[in-house]
């Protein structure tokens, strides 16, 4: 901590102030540098705000998400349409239906090839796959250990930011096919025409205050 800086009696409202004012995931690593103390007590600060954020009864616009390294302040859903309007903020960076499609396909069967995404689709997922690539919902994780060591892609943090999950295990329950990853190059199909195109028919569920 700072030798200027007072000495911080309600580290409670410390934490809030900090993740308020960073508009971003902060890391436990770094509120616990600030706060000069352990990060297993910065954990449990935190987890004691849970309630007060994400309860049913919790009249606040905000909600604070956790994730295993970091947490983050963010609007909550409903009043989307009131920030836009008092921030100017116009609509934008939807994800066309086929690239969601994709997306669903990567974070129910991650760690997951493009020939996999590709196989359980029915068509080339190219496009779709460098659009999440490109807005960071989706990243390379490593390298399968097959032929030709094909890149193996998992969901990011800015995806459960997004979908408002803390975790993986939060997601809706799903029947989804999983590749054999045995398909070749040659039988993937034609591309899908539908990727070329943006449609704008899904949002972003949380408004971060990040811009």
Known sequence: MNEETNPITNLHAAVEAILFAAGHPVSYEKLSQVLGIGIREVKNIVGSMLDEYNSKDSVRGILLLTFPDTCQLVTKEQYLPYIREALGI????NLSASTLEALAVVAYN???TRSDVDSIRGVDSSYAMTSLIDKNLIEVCGRMEAPGRPMLYATTDKFLRVFGLS???ELPKAELPVS????????????????KIEEPNADETIASREQ
């Open 90 to 93: 116009k609509r934008g960076g």
């Open 110 to 112: 991650q760690p997951v």
């Open 167 to 169: 975790s993986l295990s």
């Open 180 to 195: 054999s990853r045995e398909q070749s190059d040659e039988e993937i199909p034609s591309k899908d025409p539908e990727d």
